[in-house]
């Protein structure tokens, strides 16, 4: 894969939704649409045959759901890229798919511009929250707030943060002007004491124990 060109896969129950989100990422310059499927099995099939760098799945679907979907093709392809598209009313799956190893969460009302930014963040290795869900998690989770040890060395507390922000490793090394490496180390001790297996779990963890405010 090239920096900047993307092969997606795309799996939604709805045809003129699917349809629609394929013609979209089409026009995008650097995005080729590699496969579409109308449900979970079809995309879990489709993942092994054709090769791709990031699939968009929507949690509701028949035959096989969007978490079933994802574990399976995580569990046969671990590097994979994952983005979920929701609605408000999935909540209950996304900590399961944050478990799980998915890195991005779309609304489905989502504009093609936040798509976009959203498959090129997690195939840099990042993760993505569309705003508007994740202002719903926040409200959602801060009324189940709980206080947290200071577990956290207060470097690492202004590195955790920065890395909600969606800032990268180098990012954040030159604004708080210290290496790469020292934030690579920031960043593995964090997930090590939080108990989180990838930087989607971290964000849900910081603000479920109040050691973060997002905008």
């Known amino acids: 894969m090239t920096e900047g060109s993307y092969k997606v896969l795309l ?16 026009a995008q310059s650097g995005i080729e649409v ?3 499927a109308a449900d979970g099995a079809e995309l879990v099939a489709m993942a092994d045959e054709v090769e791709f760098d990031v699939a968009l799945i929507d949690i509701e679907m028949p035959v096989m ?4 979907a994802a574990e399976k093709i995580l569990t046969s392809h671990p590097e994979a890229h994952l983005v979920a598209l929701t609605m408000h009313n999935d909540e209950a ?20 511009d936040e798509v976009v930014s959203a498959v090129c963040t997690v195939c840099a290795g990042g993760s993505y929250f569309s705003q ?15 206080e947290a040890e200071p577990l956290l060395s207060e470097r690492e507390m202004e590195v955790l ?6 800032l990268s490793n ?30 989607a779990g971290m964000v849900v963890w910081a603000i479920k124990n109040g050691l973060v405010e997002l905008e």
């Open 34 to 36: 590699v496969g579409v």
């Open 132 to 146: 508007e869900l994740l202002d719903s998690l926040v409200s959602n989770l801060k009324e189940s707030q709980v």
């Open 93 to 112: 799956y996304y900590y399961r798919m944050v478990e799980l190893g998915v890195k991005g969460f779309l609304l489905k009302n989502s504009d093609i």
């Open 170 to 199: 180098q990012e954040i090394a030159d604004k708080l002007f210290i290496s790469k490496r020292t934030v690579d180390n920031h960043r593995a001790n964090i997930l090590e004491k939080s108990g989180c297996k990838n930087t």
């Open 65 to 68: 759901n969007g978490l079933e």
């Open 11 to 26: 799996a939604d129950d709805h045809r003129l939704f699917r349809e629609g989100l394929r013609g979209l990422l089409t």
């Open 161 to 166: 943060p920065l890395i909600c922000q969606g």
